[in-house]
């Protein structure tokens, strides 16, 4: 093989590279994206997640703000 043949091979794959790329990018443009919607939790489960997070030593601040999160997506 020449040197003329290598370059081109390896333009090739340069090409093909970048417009492999430019497709995986634009389809995050191109796909419709759906939201994430957290499901309506019992008083129950709430409770259960809150007393997982004082289990594990989670700061009261948290476990707080978390218990605040919780209930506001009900």
Do not use: W
């Amino acid at each position: 093989m020449n040197t003329k043949t290598l370059v081109r091979a390896g333009m090739q794959y340069v090409v093909a590279g970048f417009v492999g790329v430019a497709l995986i990018v634009s389809s995050f443009f191109i796909l419709p994206v759906q939201q994430a919607h957290a499901a309506a939790l019992t008083e129950a489960q709430i409770s259960a997640i809150l007393g997982m997070l004082v289990a594990f030593n989670v700061p009261a601040a948290t476990v707080a703000n978390v218990n605040a999160i919780l209930h506001k997506s009900k």
